[in-house]
């Protein structure tokens, strides 16, 4: 397990372009915030085996898109939830029970902001996952970003736009791999890899050739033509709930679920396939850097000080 004392010189080193974000930023205005999160998470997971991946990646849609803001979880006919991207994320209410917990303790203090990501850091502890000190203090939108959903990576992204889409927010190849390795808990809709059991490259009849053939002919059964696209399939199938490295060894075997996972260790030449086998024989190595590149993701853009609010409901503005 990481230690407490590098993440916190991580946060440090990572967070120092926002001066006004904190580890400690509400241990006088609100210092049970972390408990209180964690509690109605243990509870959602009673109801919702999957809730936590749902929740990590309920920060992952909002901070790629303008910065973590919490504008994703924002309604409205302009709304970024509806957004093709979005239409898949689940998760939303459990921020709003956060909430209303966070509301009767601590009145109009913690923002939905910070709660996502206390609520990500906290679910991937939960799930196995190493722990990390996050710096708080963002504030929330007042407004929603749909013109901007498109910086949100895609499964069918080559790897270099989906480099591109990382770079622009100030994460590197290695950023880009260990954030990747969320895939280890989860499940994804049929929809989403479609076409690499029957149409990769729009070729009719074609199986992407990255693919395990046995896993494809597995896939191809579980998800058949003219099926439920909607039908959910393990990201890792051995072990789905679990925050662990396995994803990186699938990747070695070429049992990665979606185009854009299989490619980190596919694609020819590219620097990211070491990283996937640094990653599959350290697991602890992966945890260090998933860490720091949590930090440096939830750095994204954040809005603080006197900018933006502290909403009373993560739905809608003040």
């Not at 372009?17 to 930023?25: C, D, E, V």
């Not at 029970?97 to 939905?112: G, H, M, N, Q």
């Not at 046995?214 to 003219?226: N, V």
Request: aromatic share 8%; with cysteine; proline share 3%.
């Amino acid at each position: 397990m990481i230690t407490t004392l590098f993440l916190l010189a991580a946060a440090t080193m990572l967070g120092g372009s926002h001066a006004q974000l904190s580890p400690t930023f509400y241990a006088k205005t609100c210092p049970n915030v972390s408990s209180i999160v964690r509690s109605v998470l243990q509870q959602a997971e009673g109801n919702d085996i999957w809730i936590f991946p749902k929740i990590v990646r309920l920060q992952f849609h909002d901070c790629f898109v303008n910065g973590c803001d919490a504008s994703l979880l924002l309604n409205g006919t302009d709304s970024e939830k509806t957004a093709t991207p979005n239409l898949s994320t689940d998760g939303y209410a459990v921020i709003d029970d956060i909430k209303t917990a966070l509301e009767k303790a601590c009145p109009r203090v913690v923002s939905c902001a910070d709660i996502l990501a206390l609520a990500a850091q906290i679910s991937v502890t939960m799930g196995g996952g190493p722990s990390w000190q996050i710096p708080l203090g963002r504030r929330d939108s007042r407004t929603a970003h749909r013109e901007g959903i498109g910086g949100i990576p895609s499964q069918h992204d080559s790897l270099a736009n989906i480099a591109a889409k990382f770079k622009s927010v100030g994460l590197d190849s290695t950023d880009l791999v260990a954030l990747s390795g969320v895939h280890t808990f989860g499940r994804a809709q049929c929809a989403a890899f479609m076409d690499r059991l029957y149409n990769f490259n729009n070729v009719s009849g074609k199986v992407d050739p990255t693919l395990n053939a046995t896993y494809a002919k597995a896939l191809q059964q579980r998800c058949p033509k003219g099926g439920d696209v909607t039908s959910l399939i393990d990201l890792d199938e051995q072990t789905s709930l679990s925050f662990d490295n396995k994803y990186f060894l699938n990747l070695q075997t070429r049992m990665g679920l979606l185009q854009s996972d299989q490619e980190l260790f596919s694609t020819n030449g590219a620097e990211t396939v070491a990283i996937v086998n640094r990653f599959a024989s350290s697991q602890s190595q992966f945890f260090t850097s998933f860490a720091k590149a949590m930090i440096k993701m939830g750095n994204i853009s954040p809005l603080t000080g006197t900018n933006g609010e502290v909403r009373l409901d993560c739905r809608k503005i003040n």
